[in-house]
């Protein structure tokens, strides 16, 4: 199993929200619910960890009256990200 | 999807970033809708000032009144898209940019210029090589590329010919340079 890789991104649904998001400029919860196929309540929580760490910034804003959340990859996300694709190019290498 | 807390191998990890970067690189598509509107009202509007003229009808510039009502409907079509739009693109964003610049140029071109109405057609036929080829460019839709290398050289000859047969021309550059690679945007959207 791997040593050093980045918990926060080995994980199925953190790691597809981040490859998602890194992507494209910015993304609606819908898009990445759609996208991904989880389930709100999973992606909320999952979203909320990458806030967290600031690897996403989460923007709340409203469209229509409607509460809408989209995400954007921050520039620590993106160097937690390349650096997580490394980790994983050197082990695919080594083996 | 459920979440697999560390026990993704390294395989199911270089699967999933792959999988998931190329379902958003679907996103970067730029809709045909704009370019088939504009390419068809200047085509009617060139087609129709032609006839207008051969006919000997002073009021010949009428046609062009389809221009505004073409922008009207552009805002509209960007106001509603903006609303249903789920996410936004480096791309998308880029070529918000380049028309938006083409816009300004046409802007200042049209208000500000002292050549009579038909000098500064192959202008904006040079304008419309810069929209289509870089919209081209950054999409990776050659079509788009080739339709503005096509108004580049429509503009050549345009700035050769200088009379009203450059109403002529300018139905061509539009049909070559936004209808054609306009259906064919659509018909590579639907793929």
């Known amino acids: ?95 | 999807m459920e979440t697999k807390e560390n026990q993704l191998t390294e395989q199911e990890s270089l699967q999933i970033i792959q999988s998931m970067i190329a379902v958003a690189k679907n996103e970067v598509k730029s809709d045909s809708f704009i370019y088939l509107l504009w390419g068809w009202l200047v085509f009617i509007a060139s087609i129709s000032q032609f006839i207008l003229i051969e006919m000997k009808n002073d009021l010949n510039s009428i046609p062009w009144l389809l221009m505004p009502i073409g922008g009207i409907i552009t805002i509209g079509y960007f106001v509603r898209k903006r609303k249903e739009e789920k996410v936004k693109t480096h791309v998308g964003d880029f070529i918000k940019y380049i028309w938006t610049a083409f816009g300004a140029s046409m802007v200042v071109i049209m208000f500000f210029n002292s050549m009579n109405s038909m000098q500064v057609l192959p202008v904006i036929m040079c304008l419309y090589g810069i929209g289509l080829f870089l919209s081209g460019g950054v999409l990776k839709f050659k079509p788009l590329v080739w339709g503005g290398i096509f108004c580049w050289l429509c503009a050549i000859a345009g700035f050769e010919i200088q009379n009203i047969y450059l109403l002529l021309i300018l139905a061509l550059a539009v049909l070559g340079g936004y209808i054609i690679p306009g259906y064919l945007l659509k018909m590579n959207n639907k793929k």
């Open chain 1, 1 to 95: 199993m791997f040593k050093d890789l980045d918990p926060l991104l080995h994980s199925q649904l953190r790691l597809s929200i981040m490859s998602l998001l890194i992507s494209v400029k910015e993304a609606d919860f819908s898009f990445l619910k759609e996208k991904t196929k989880a389930t709100a309540g999973n992606l909320s929580v999952q979203i909320t960890k990458l806030s967290e760490a600031d690897y996403i910034v989460v923007k709340k804003t409203f469209k229509d009256n409607y509460p809408q959340t989209s995400c954007i990859i921050t520039k620590k996300g993106i160097k937690a990200f390349e650096e997580y694709v490394d980790a994983i190019k050197a082990y695919i290498k080594k083996n």
